[in-house]
């Protein structure tokens, strides 16, 4: 390595490192270096780290398209550095089946939080899966609608206070949390259901192998993968980044527990 | 627009819809996304059927969940490159406005085929115009037009298929092809396109995995900035301008004409009879039939405002094209219209009763 390398870290900042270090992580040419907007710890940006250090180790930057929801990670195609589409709210995995079908050895995938997913695009995400259309479904479940200000999502919890269940949400008004990643297991176009988190290391490290075999399946043409990352959203549930981690341990993991829902039969 | 394509020689007696699906595959489409509905679904049924037997086309054929879907599948597949059409009849063609603005925004190109029938609502199955509005006029949110073509036979049906490709691909932009149910349904002579003779243009902005001698390519029609948001509206708004030299229309019999009937598609076939039953009675009636719809053949008409003593909108609907015949006389003329709803049809001899009673009170007031 020829480059000059740096050290990143607080106390160290700047300073030149010895050339004779190899430098083994940095910034993956899959993202752009545009800054992004989200929120002080938010999940979208780890996910999508996560996502694009997958496909630079993958070496498949050149053949993967994605497809960016309607929501907070609607500008994803800024700073993912490969081929993307902008789905109109709800349709991203019918815009990735259109993708699919027409570059059928290309690696699809699409990225939607849960308003998107689960609420508005209910119908495409249960017949993609039904479909066993080969693509990877990214579902951020942040258990809010994040971009229009926090409003309830069908994923939001029993109690939950949001903009627009304001006294908590309440299962004989508006219905109960939709565990949509246990229900798209029973369509048989599911090849690999999995629920992961972003809030630790373990989780990131889970998260990022989930990815690659999401990948490794895709290529097989076996069927649908669905990986959730249960999220959070600082801004949405009022909350500092540190008192999340505490609201997803104990509130949204109980709901939404961790790992693999369905897994691919040998 | 440019010369016909080549035929294939052949004849054959087929349905508008059939039509319409076989000169898609002849037009090489590398996908069709639909969803059934009367009366349009023998496309996707002969589709369904063609494709697979067919061992030299690799077209994708799908039945979406829904037009929601369809259309979405149609964006997709468009963006990545691929020559790409649907087609649904009135409600489902509402529920593809939220993809077309999408589509038209993100200046992509597709084809879209609407069989029309009678609403609003649920309504009937039988033809009718009551999509023109929709249609012409923009449909779904925001400032954008599709380009429409209105065929007039089964042999049209097979041939905008060829014209509406090659509009959509020159400018990017979603194209629509006005028909109805009669003309889906009917069967008649056709002498289909010939295969291979629409080659497919190159798409350098497509998301075919980005390589390394380019950005990466991203489609999308988002543009917060609101001076972003205007440039692209501005640009759009230049593609229209260009997009008003495609203007195409028929004239019969307009040379001598003192009367003019306009009508677009199936209520121009209807016009014809009824020219000749004038013309019989020595009524000078020429006929004029837009075929683009968008563009408007704004300026001829005015022309034969020049040579006319009154014009005859003919619509099944409550008068809608009308409108765009009278921004088109600017008042020189005067414009009536007759028009039937729900699936009715007029009869040749209906419009001549309402051309000749036109005819006299117009002469009443001029003594
Ligand atoms: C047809 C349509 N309806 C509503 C909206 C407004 N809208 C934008 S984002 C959003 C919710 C997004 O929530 P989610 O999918 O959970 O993503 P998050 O922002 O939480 O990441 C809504 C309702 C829209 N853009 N389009
Ligand atoms: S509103 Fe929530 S989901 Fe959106 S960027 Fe902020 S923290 Fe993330």
């Known amino acids: 390595m020829n480059e000059k390398l740096y050290l990143e870290d607080e106390e160290n900042l700047g300073t030149q490192v010895d050339e004779n270090y190899e430098q083994?992580?940095?910034r993956p040419d899959t993202l752009t270096d545009i800054p992004f907007h989200y929120c002080p710890g938010c999940g979208h940006s780890v996910v999508h780290r996560v996502l694009m250090e997958v496909i630079a180790e993958l070496g498949i930057q050149e053949e993967t398209i994605g497809i960016a929801p309607v929501g907070c990670s609607v500008f994803a195609y800024n700073y993912m550095n490969i081929d993307m589409q902008e789905a109109a709210h709800g349709r991203a995995s019918a815009v990735a089946t259109g993708v699919k079908r027409v570059l059928p050895d290309k690696y699809v995938f699409s990225y939607q939080g849960d308003g998107d997913l689960a609420a508005i695009g209910t119908a495409e995400t249960i017949h993609t899966v039904n479909r066993g259309e080969n693509i990877l479904m990214l579902f951020i479940n942040n258990g809010?609608?994040?971009?229009?200000?926090?409003q309830m999502a069908p994923t939001s919890l029993i109690g939950q206070v949001t903009s627009t269940s304001p006294y908590g949400r309440d299962a004989a008004q508006v219905g109960s949390p939709i565990k949509i990643a246990d229900m798209l297991c029973l369509l048989p176009g599911a090849y690999y259901v999995t629920r992961q988190i972003v809030h630790n290391p373990g989780g990131v490290r889970k998260l990022k192998k989930a990815l690659i075999k999401a990948f490794e399946y895709q290529k097989q043409k076996k069927g649908t993968c669905f990986v959730e990352v249960v999220s959070n959203c600082p801004s949405g549930w009022k909350m500092t980044p540190v008192e999340t981690i505490k609201y997803i341990e104990e509130q949204m993991l109980p709901m939404y527990p961790l790992g693999d829902l369905k897994v691919p039969k040998n | 627009m440019e010369n016909k394509e080549k035929k294939s020689g052949e004849a054959r007696l087929?349905?508008?819809?059939?039509?319409?699906?076989?000169?898609?595959?002849?037009?090489?489409?590398?996908?069709?996304?639909?969803?059934?509905?009367?009366p349009q679904s023998e496309v996707i049924e002969y589709l369904t059927r063609e494709v697979p037997i067919r061992k030299e086309i690799k077209t994708v054929v799908l039945q979406a969940e829904s037009e929601v879907a369809s259309i979405n599948m149609v964006y997709g597949a468009a963006g990545a490159g691929a020559r790409v059409m649907t087609s649904s009849s009135s409600p489902g063609i509402s529920l593809m406005q939220e993809g077309l603005s999408y589509i038209a925004s993100a200046q992509l190109p597709c084809l879209v085929a609407n069989v029309v029938r009678g609403g609003p609502g649920l309504g009937t199955i039988q033809p009718s115009q009551g999509d023109y509005f929709q249609a012409t006029k923009g449909g779904g949110h925001g400032d954008y037009h599709l380009i429409v073509l209105a065929p007039a036979s089964v042999q049209e049906m097979a041939d905008f298929v060829f014209d509406g490709f090659k509009l959509a691909e020159k400018y990017r932009n979603p194209v629509m092809i006005l028909s109805d149910g009669a003309l889906g349904q009917m069967m008649e002579k056709v002498i289909l396109p010939e295969e291979?003779?629409?080659?497919?243009?190159?798409?350098?902005?497509?998301?075919?995995?980005?390589?390394?001698?380019?950005?990466?390519?991203?489609?999308?029609?988002?543009?917060i900035q609101p001076e972003e948001m205007e440039q692209v509206n501005l640009r759009l708004q230049e593609k229209y301008e260009a997009i008003q030299s495609e203007v195409r229309y028929e004239e019969i019999q307009t040379e001598d004409a003192e009367i003019l009937l306009v009508a677009f598609g199936l209520s121009s076939r209807i016009c014809q009879k009824t020219v000749d039953l004038a013309r019989e009675k020595g009524i000078k009636v020429g006929l004029f039939r837009p075929i683009t719809v968008y563009p408007y053949p704004y300026a001829r008409l005015k022309e034969l405002s020049n040579q006319v003593e009154f014009m005859l909108t003919v619509e099944m609907n409550a008068g809608q094209m009308v409108e765009d015949v009278r921004l088109a006389v600017e008042g020189k003329v005067p414009v009536h219209f007759i028009g039937r709803m729900g699936g009715m049809?007029?009869?040749?001899?209906?419009?001549l009763h309402k051309l000749e009673s036109v005819h006299e009170s117009q002469n009443t007031v001029n003594v």
């Open chain 2, 14 to 38: 087929m349905k508008g819809n059939e039509a319409l699906a076989e000169a898609a595959i002849r037009a090489d489409i590398d996908a069709y996304f639909g969803y059934p509905i009367t």
């Open chain 1, 144 to 150: 809010i609608y994040g971009m229009t200000g926090g």
């Open chain 2, 196 to 223: 291979g003779s629409l080659p497919k243009t190159s798409a350098p902005w497509a998301t075919t995995g980005k390589t390394k001698n380019r950005e990466h390519n991203v489609i999308t029609s988002l543009f």
């Open chain 1, 24 to 26: 083994v992580y940095c």
């Open chain 2, 345 to 351: 049809i007029l009869s040749p001899e209906d419009i």
